[in-house]
C-alpha cells in the first residue's frame, strides 16, 4: 500500500477550466492593459530606436558638415600666413647674403632696397641694419631711427641666437600695430642684423579675406592670448583673448564649445611654424541650426504621429482581442459548469443502490411498527397501552427522521448551487461524502481509515464544489481497489500554512504514460465505463479555488492524490 505523506511529490498539469470568479471585468482589463503595452512597447521601441538612431546620425553629418568648411579655411590661413611670413623671411635673407656690409650700410641703397620690397611684397614700413653690438648703423624709413640702440632688447638676443626672428605685433613709438621680422647674416668674425618692420594690415587683410563663412571671425594670438589682429567679436589688436589658449599642434584642429550667451562655437586654430602666432578662426554655428532644427522637428513630429498611430491601432485590436477572449471564456466557463453538474448526477447514479438499500431499511421498520400498531387497534379488545404505542409512533418518527435526512443530503448535493464560502472543517465534510458509499464499503469488505492532524484548522471555501472534488477521487479509489482493499485519508497542514489531504488506497495503480494524462478531458483507463470527465472537472475546481491537485502512483502498488487548499478562500 502506497504510504500518504503530507507534501505532494510530483504533480500533473492539464488544461483547466478557467473559474466564473475569473470572468470579472477587471481581470480582462488588466489583460488588456498587459497585453496591449506588451504590444506598444514591440511597436514602438523600434521607432523610437531608430529615431534616436537617425538623430545621431543627422546630428553628426550637421557637425560634420559645420567643422569641414573650417578645417579647411583654418588650414588654408595657416598654409597661406606660412607662405607670406616665408616669403618675406626670404627676401630679407636673399637681402643680406647678396649685398655687402658696404652697400647694406648706404642709406641710399637701402632706401631702394625698401621700395623695390615695398612693391615686390607689400607691407615692408622700413629697413634697418644692426651691428654685432646691437647698435642701428644703417636705416630707411619714415622714422629717425638711426643709431637706436637695441642691444639691450629681447629680440636682438634671439636672432642672434636662431638665426631668424619674427616678434609679436606691438605698438611701439610708431603707434600702429606692427610685428619684425629680423635676420641675422654671419661675415668671418663679424655678424650684422638686418631688421624689417611689418604692417599688420597686411596679415589681417589676408585672414579676413579668408572668411567666406557667414558669422565667423577669424584673427591672430599670440601665445600669451594676445589680440595679434582685430577680432570682430572678441576684441581689439593687443586685447586678451577671452577664451583659453588652445594646446599646440603640428596642424590644424578644430573643436566646438559654447559661447559667453551659450551659444554653440566651432573653433579651428592652428600654430603658424617659425612665428609667435595662432591663427584663430571661430564659426557661430546658430544660423546653421536652422535645417537642423527642422529635420529635427521632422523627426519628433514623424515619431509622435507613428507612435499615436501604434497606440490607437493596439489599444482597437487589444479591447477587440481581450473582448473575443471574455466571450469564449464565458461560454468555456458555462460548458465547465454543465458539465461539472453532469458528473455530479452521474456520480450520485453510482451511488443510487447505495441510497436506496439505506432508505430501505428505515421503510422497513416504518411498515413493520405502522402494521403492529394497526394490529393492536384492531384485534385488542381494550385500547393499547399509552406507553407501547408511544414507542411504536417514536419509532416510525426516527425512520422518518433517517429517510429525510438521507434525501435532503442527496438532493441537497444534487441540485445546482451558487458559491458559497464558508467555514469548514475538512474531516466531518470528506465523512459526509464517505457517508455515501458506507454501504459499498461494507459490502466489498473495503477497509476506508483517516489520520486526521490535531488541532487541524478549519477552512473558508465551497462545501458542495470541495464535496465533488471528494467524491470523485473516493469513487476512483474504490474503483480502483480490489475486494477488501485499503483506502487511507489523511489531513495535515503544510509548512507554508496550507490544508493538505491526501487519498491513498492500494489498487492497481496507473502506469507512467496515463499519469501524464491523468487529468486530461476524456482521457480515461476505465475503457467502457469512464467518460473520462471527473478528474479534469476536479482538477479544474481545485484550481478555481486556489489549490492544487497532484498524483503519485506506481502499478500493482496503489494511488496517491493530494489535494493541498489554502486556509482562506481564493475569491475576492
Known amino acids: 500500500m502506497v504510504k500518504p505523506a503530507l507534501k505532494p511529490t510530483a504533480s500533473s498539469k492539464s488544461s483547466s477550466s478557467l473559474p466564473s470568479a475569473l470572468l470579472h471585468k477587471y481581470r480582462y482589463r488588466r489583460l488588456m492593459i498587459r497585453a496591449g503595452t506588451s504590444i506598444a512597447l514591440t511597436a514602438v521601441m523600434p521607432l523610437i530606436i531608430m529615431t534616436v538612431i537617425n538623430y545621431s546620425q543627422y546630428q553628426q553629418a550637421f557637425q560634420q558638415e559645420a567643422v569641414r568648411p573650417v578645417a579647411h579655411l583654418i588650414s588654408n590661413s595657416k598654409r597661406a600666413l606660412e607662405f607670406n611670413l616665408g616669403e618675406r623671411i626670404s627676401a630679407l635673407s636673399l ?113 579676413q579675406g579668408s572668411e567666406p563663412l557667414h558669422a565667423s571671425d577669424t584673427f591672430l594670438i599670440d601665445k600669451n592670448g594676445v589680440l595679434q589682429t582685430p577680432s570682430r567679436f572678441y576684441g581689439k589688436v593687443l586685447e586678451v583673448y577671452r577664451f583659453p589658449v588652445p594646446p599646440f599642434s603640428p596642424q590644424a584642429e578644430v573643436y566646438t564649445t559654447q559661447g559667453e550667451n551659450q551659444e554653440s562655437l566651432i573653433i579651428g586654430y592652428a600654430y603658424i611654424d617659425r612665428s609667435p602666432f595662432i591663427a584663430m578662426l571661430i564659426n557661430r554655428v546658430d544660423h546653421m541650426q536652422t535645417g537642423w532644427i527642422s529635420l529635427r522637428r521632422d523627426l519628433v513630429i514623424f515619431l ?59 421503510l422497513a421498520i416504518i411498515s413493520e411498527k405502522s402494521g403492529l400498531l394497526k394490529d393492536l ?74 489520520d486526521v492532524a490535531e488541532e487541524l484548522p478549519h477552512i473558508h ?11 470523485n477521487i473516493i469513487n476512483n479509489a474504490f474503483a480502483a481497489v480490489e475486494e477488501g482493499g485499503k483506502i487511507h485519508i489523511a489531513i495535515g497542514e503544510t509548512s507554508d500554512g496550507q490544508i493538505a489531504v491526501n487519498i491513498a488506497d492500494n489498487g492497481i495503480g496507473i502506469s507512467k504514460n496515463d499519469l501524464e494524462m491523468i487529468f486530461e478531458p476524456f482521457f480515461t483507463t476505465k475503457k467502457g465505463v469512464g ?9 479544474g475546481i481545485v484550481e478555481k479555488l486556489g489549490g492544487q491537485i497532484t498524483v503519485n502512483s506506481r502499478v500493482g502498488e496503489g494511488t496517491v492524490f493530494t489535494v493541498t487548499l489554502p486556509a482562506e478562500s481564493a475569491y475576492v
Open 531 to 539: 467518460t473520462g470527465l471527473g478528474l479534469s472537472i476536479t482538477y
Open 95 to 207: 637681402v643680406i647674403r647678396e649685398k655687402t656690409w658696404d652697400e647694406l650700410i648706404d642709406i641710399e641703397n637701402l632706401r631702394k632696397l625698401l621700395v623695390d620690397m615695398k612693391h615686390s611684397f607689400g607691407g615692408f614700413i622700413d629697413l634697418g641694419l644692426i651691428d654685432s653690438n646691437g647698435k642701428q648703423v644703417s636705416y630707411a624709413g619714415p622714422y629717425n631711427l638711426l643709431a637706436k640702440d637695441y642691444q639691450e632688447q629681447d629680440w636682438f638676443h634671439e636672432v642672434n641666437l636662431r638665426g631668424v626672428y619674427i616678434s609679436n605685433v606691438f605698438m611701439g613709438h610708431r603707434n600702429f600695430p606692427h610685428f619684425i621680422i629680423a635676420v641675422r647674416h654671419d661675415m668671418g668674425e663679424k655678424s650684422y642684423v638686418l631688421r624689417a618692420t611689418i604692417d599688420t594690415e597686411m596679415i589681417n587683410r589676408q585672414i
Open 377 to 450: 387497534l384492531l384485534f385488542s379488545e381494550q385500547p393499547p397501552a399509552k406507553e407501547k404505542m408511544i414507542n411504536l409512533i417514536d419509532s416510525v418518527l426516527k425512520s422518518v427522521d433517517r429517510c429525510s435526512t438521507i434525501t435532503h443530503r442527496l438532493l441537497g448535493f444534487a441540485k445546482h448551487m451558487d458559491i458559497k464560502n464558508e467555514k469548514l472543517n475538512l474531516e466531518t465534510l470528506i465523512k459526509d461524502v464517505l457517508s455515501f458509499l458506507e454501504k459499498e464499503a461494507t459490502y466489498r469488505r473495503i477497509q476506508v481509515t483517516f
Open 461 to 471: 471555501s465551497d462545501r458542495g464544489q470541495l464535496q465533488q472534488v471528494f467524491l
Open 304 to 362: 509622435a504621429i507613428s507612435i499615436t498611430l501604434v497606440l490607437g491601432v493596439v489599444a482597437l485590436g487589444t479591447r477587440y482581442m481581450v473582448k473575443s477572449i471574455r466571450e469564449v471564456d464565458i461560454r468555456r466557463a458555462t460548458v465547465f459548469h454543465k458539465m461539472e453538474y453532469t458528473n455530479k448526477l452521474a456520480a450520485i447514479g453510482r451511488l443510487g443502490a447505495g441510497v436506496a438499500h439505506e432508505i430501505n431499511n428505515p
